[in-house]
């Protein structure tokens, strides 16, 4: 039987924590803050977006009033993660304004499936400077903080390592860049452990109905046979209230953390109810 915690444990465990989000603006990011928001989370809204893109929709000012209206208390801070200066600065102004980090979500990420030969140099140097250096180096920043944090989390959105030829050899760089942040996870894991500081890993089972997904992957036909960011916005939930001394080390997959909770009918989760629904990358 999987172990279901009382309303009342959940309810209690994000009240003035504060969560630092990457790529917060929008997608999954903002989803997360919100359902955390609703738990009274103080949530800083990091992202590099001022200004919308009518593509995308969202900037970190209107993420901040999102959170605000949902019951948090927000900072948004526009910071690169591609610079480790903007990275410190983000992370101590966080620090200093809410007195504290105790969970960090790396969620910031860019995406390129081409193969190695439509691959430029340019392309392959986002990836890796946002997937890998970013996360690396905000984690890093974090951890000082997370050592004085309550029940200090790290969550990084990156997939289980699945080393089948199929995820491979379609596009190399954009794989090799989600691994890295998976293992960034599992090492940090290793780590922190001392410290009782918890670092996991969460992908979703199908696609998720976001602006990449729409834009990138497979326009409004992907976008139907998607679920909504809240299944992420829920797994993200139970994983990061559980304590942190044992929910380490983990690459955890949206619809099994779900399931450990009794939650099995995510029909309200899809974009289309009843609809036939496309599994995501790595799964």
Not at 66 to 94: F, W, Y
Not at 162 to 181: E, F, Q
Not at 250 to 256: A, L
């Amino acid at each position: 039987m999987p172990l279901i915690y009382s309303p009342n444990y959940y309810a209690m465990s994000f009240k003035n924590k504060t969560v630092f989000i990457t790529g917060a603006s929008r997608g999954i990011g903002k989803a997360i803050a919100l359902r955390l928001a609703g738990e009274g989370a103080n949530i800083v809204v990091a992202a590099k977006s001022v200004t919308e893109n009518p593509k995308l929709g969202g900037t970190i000012h209107s993420a901040a009033a999102e959170v605000e209206a949902a019951g948090g208390k927000a900072l948004a801070i526009q910071c690169d993660i591609r610079e480790e200066t903007q990275i410190q600065e983000a992370v101590e102004k966080a620090a200093s304004h809410f007195g504290g980090i105790d969970i960090l979500i790396n969620n910031a990420s860019a995406i390129s499936l081409t193969p190695t030969e439509q691959t430029e140099p340019k392309r392959f140097d986002l990836m890796h400077d946002i997937n890998v250096r970013g996360t690396f180096f905000m984690s890093k920043a974090c951890i000082p903080y997370l050592k004085q944090g309550t029940n200090a989390h790290i969550l990084n959105l990156s997939p289980p390592i699945n080393l089948h030829p199929k995820w491979l050899g379609g596009h190399v760089a954009y794989t090799i860049s989600k691994y890295n942040m998976t293992m960034i996870a599992l090492g940090l894991a290793a780590e922190l452990k001392q410290y009782n500081i918890a670092a996991n890993a969460l992908w979703p089972k199908t696609t998720i109905a976001t602006a990449a997904v729409q834009n990138l992957l497979g326009g409004d036909a992907l976008m139907k046979m998607s679920r909504t960011t809240d299944i992420i916005a829920d797994a993200a939930f139970y994983i990061l209230s559980k304590p942190s001394a044992e929910c380490t080390g983990n690459t955890f997959i949206d619809e099994e953390v779900l399931a450990n909770e009794g939650i099995t009918d995510l029909e309200k989760y899809a974009v289309t109810p009843g609809g036939k629904l496309f599994q995501d990358l790595f799964v």
